[in-house]
């Protein structure tokens, strides 16, 4: 996509957007300009866009206001939101940190294949490594994070028809669909081979063998029915994708302390109401995929596969010795691999290193 379909895909709902919030004659009203979750998700339909059309203006008395649209409405990928935040074209975005994570990999430091066991364990690193993100964004993109949230759990997927005693083993060798760098290194450390695919794409390269396996979240795989062409779920905690939502700072600079204080209490309801709602998606889709009961259809009826004791250590040994050490490889500097230990690693118990 080049930058001038981009921006001409931009121009008609960002005019007469100039760098920043529009601010009314009188300096008390701001409406910013929003690239919001994309628009097929909950985070936009249940979240993003109630908050951002009435329960920010309420909360506010009217003082500030949005024109959200969400980001591939805006005939974007995702890839180019920080960019655009950079350069001051969006106020406020809703961005997934993969998108950022090849500029930026501390982005994703909480993020790690594989680190995450649990959503209360994404809270609690997310809670300690905040003030790294806030650093880096600021630094890299004069942004700023006003919420941060997780989709449901990502997990391996497989096309084994006929196949009897599917264990960690029976990943070998196998070609997985991989949807980040170090969802990839944990696959190598397993002896699979990811295969980057893009998603829309994942169901006929299983049914052509192009894949065997696909990574990705619980959600995705019910909602988009992909569970049509596989046969097994294999319970791999890969962690969690995360999000956050973050405004450009001259735009945040612009507010009055009342108006700061108001987005940021509002949005740290919606970060809590966000992922309140990982949660109940997460219980659910482990359900759907599986036997049920399923709340949003028919269960899908794959065969689970539960990693024993012995391939559990197996998948430890693989974060610690191969995931954290690319991590570390990546991050480049020591400054930035003794924030991850001091923070991430500090709340779980690991180390990375060189």
Same mark, same amino acid.
């Given at each position: 996509?080049?930058?001038?379909?981009?921006?001409?895909? $931009? !121009?008609?709902? &960002? &005019?007469?957007?100039?760098?920043? %919030? %529009?601010?009314?004659?009188?300096? @008390? !009203?701001?409406?910013?300009?929003?690239?919001?979750?994309l628009s097929s998700t909950h985070w936009y339909t249940d979240f993003q866009k109630p908050y951002f059309n009435e329960i920010l203006p309420k909360a506010s008395d009217g003082s500030m206001t949005a024109n959200a649209v969400p980001f591939d409405q805006l005939g974007l990928t995702g890839f180019e939101l920080m960019r655009l935040m950079k350069k001051g074209t969006?106020?406020?975005?809703?961005?997934?940190?993969? =998108?950022?994570?090849?500029?930026?990999?501390?982005l994703n430091g909480g993020s790690l294949g594989g680190i995450t066991p649990n959503l209360a364990a994404f809270e609690k690193v997310?809670?300690?490594?905040?003030?790294?993100? *806030?650093?880096?964004?600021?630094?890299?993109? @004069?942004?700023?994070? /006003?919420? $941060?949230?997780?989709?449901?759990q990502n997990q391996?997927?497989? @096309?084994?028809?006929?196949?009897?005693?599917?264990?960690?083993?029976? &990943?070998?060798?196998?070609?997985?669909r991989s949807f980040a760098t170090t969802v990839s290194d944990l696959m190598e450390g397993l002896?699979?081979?990811?295969?980057?695919?893009?998603?829309?794409?994942?169901?006929?390269?299983?049914?052509?063998?192009?894949?065997?396996?696909?990574?990705?979240? &619980? /959600?995705?795989? =019910?909602?988009?029915?992909?569970? *049509?062409v596989l046969t097994h779920k294999i319970a791999i905690n890969l962690g969690y994708s995360a999000s956050f939502i973050v405004i450009n700072?001259?735009?945040?600079?612009?507010?009055?302390?009342?108006?700061q204080e108001i987005l940021s209490t509002s949005m740290a309801d919606l970060e809590h109401r966000m992922q309140e709602k990982t949660a109940q998606l997460e219980a659910d889709m482990q359900r759907c995929l599986t036997n049920g009961p399923c709340p949003d259809g028919k269960p899908a009826g794959l065969i689970e596969v539960v990693p024993t004791k012995e391939e559990a250590a197996k998948?430890?040994?693989?974060? *610690?010795?191969?995931? /954290?050490?690319r991590y570390a490889e990546r991050c480049n500097t020591q400054a930035c691999i003794d924030d991850w230990n001091s923070t991430v690693g500090a709340t779980l118990g690991l180390k990375a290193w060189k």
């Open positions: 996509m080049t930058r001038q379909y981009v921006m001409s895909a $931009l !121009a008609g709902i &960002l &005019l007469p957007f100039c760098g920043q %919030a %529009a601010v009314a004659a009188d300096n @008390n !009203a701001t409406k910013f300009e929003v690239a919001a979750e969006i106020d406020i975005a809703s961005v997934t940190m993969n =998108y950022v994570t090849q500029d930026s990999p501390a997310y809670s300690a490594y905040r003030p790294v993100i *806030e650093r880096e964004l600021a630094t890299k993109y @004069n942004a700023k994070p /006003l919420a $941060l949230f997780a989709w449901p391996i997927f497989c @096309n084994f028809p006929g196949q009897k005693d599917v264990t960690l083993a029976s &990943l070998k060798g196998k070609k997985i002896g699979a081979v990811p295969v980057t695919i893009p998603f829309g794409e994942v169901v006929t390269a299983l049914q052509r063998g192009t894949v065997d396996c696909q990574s990705a979240s &619980l /959600l995705g795989t =019910y909602t988009q029915k992909i569970y *049509e700072l001259d735009t945040w600079n612009n507010l009055t302390p009342k108006q998948i430890k040994d693989v974060i *610690e010795n191969r995931v /954290l050490k």
